[in-house]
């Protein structure tokens, strides 16, 4: 049973970082591109990035370059979104999903968390 775990949302004030962890289980996660995505309220869900298996590649939405970096630690079974000033627009509930193929993560994914909420004060 693969199971994702997020972590580490809360409320900040803009201009602020916060730090998501998205731990992974069930599944082998040195071989899994890993991807995060958000949904604001009212609003569809959106792609934020991705890594790629090994951490050497990533990729970002162009509301986040910049001010968003992805990471993984392969040993802890572990993803991270670090964000930095933050914006009220990047006010969110924050999902992580784990993919079988690097190249189509944005719009293909296997299994997702239950996402951790990110609200960023004016």
């Known amino acids: 049973q693969v199971q994702l775990v997020e972590s580490g949302g809360g409320l900040v004030q803009a201009g602020g970082s916060l730090r998501l962890s998205c731990v992974v289980s069930?599944?082998?996660?040195?071989?899994?591109?890993m991807a995060w995505f958000r949904q604001p309220p009212g609003k569809d869900r959106e792609f934020v990035g991705a890594?790629?298996?090994?951490?050497?590649?990533?990729k970002y939405s162009n509301s986040v370059k910049g001010r968003f970096t992805i990471s993984r630690d392969n040993a802890k079974n572990t993803v991270y979104l670090q964000m930095n000033s933050l914006k009220p627009e990047d006010t969110a509930v924050y999902h992580c999903?784990?993919?079988?193929?690097?190249?189509?993560?944005?719009?293909?994914?296997?299994?997702w968390g239950q996402g951790t909420q990110v609200t960023v004060s004016s």
């Open positions: 999903a784990i993919a079988t193929r690097f190249d189509t993560i944005a719009r293909i994914q296997d299994y």
């Open positions: 069930g599944r082998t996660f040195s071989w899994s591109p």
């Open positions: 890594i790629n298996e090994s951490g050497a590649n990533t």
